[in-house]
Nanobody
Framework: HVQLVESGGGSMQTGGSLRLTCRVTGYVYGGYCIGWFRQAPGKEREGVATINSDAISVYADSVKGRSSISKENAEDTLYLQMNSLKVEDSAMYYC??????????????????WGQGTQVTVS
């Protein structure tokens, strides 16, 4: 049974940085796609960044150039570093994973496993 637990959220200042962590337990076989998503109140969930088992990463336009997604396979951990924070980055941030790797982009949301989320508030 795959479980994801996010951490690292909180209140942050505009222009600051955040580093979110997602710890994955359970075994994900072969190829996979894992990523970060966010949802602000009253808005649809949107993809932030994804990375697949081949370490190919894709970013949403809204965070491109100021974000970095990375994974530490030995620790089954996914990270999101985001700099130059904006008020519009405020949202609940979720990590998600599924056992396919092709077409791994933030535009896809049909992931089978999701974490509970960590709240990020930028002011």
């Amino acid at each position: 049974h795959v479980q994801l637990v996010e951490s690292g959220g909180g209140s942050m200042q505009t222009g600051g940085s955040l580093r979110l962590t997602c710890r994955v337990t359970g075994y994900v076989y072969g190829g996979y796609c894992i990523g970060w998503f966010r949802q602000a109140p009253g808005k649809e969930r949107e993809g932030v960044a994804t990375i697949n088992s081949d370490a190919i990463s894709v970013y949403a336009d809204s965070v491109k150039g100021r974000s970095s997604i990375s994974k530490e396979n030995a620790e089954d951990t996914l990270y999101l570093q985001m700099n130059s924070l904006k008020v519009e980055d405020s949202a609940m941030y979720y990590c998600a994973v599924d056992i396919w790797k092709f077409g791994c982009t933030p535009n896809r949301t049909e992931f089978g496993y999701w974490g509970q989320g960590t709240q990020v508030t930028v002011s």
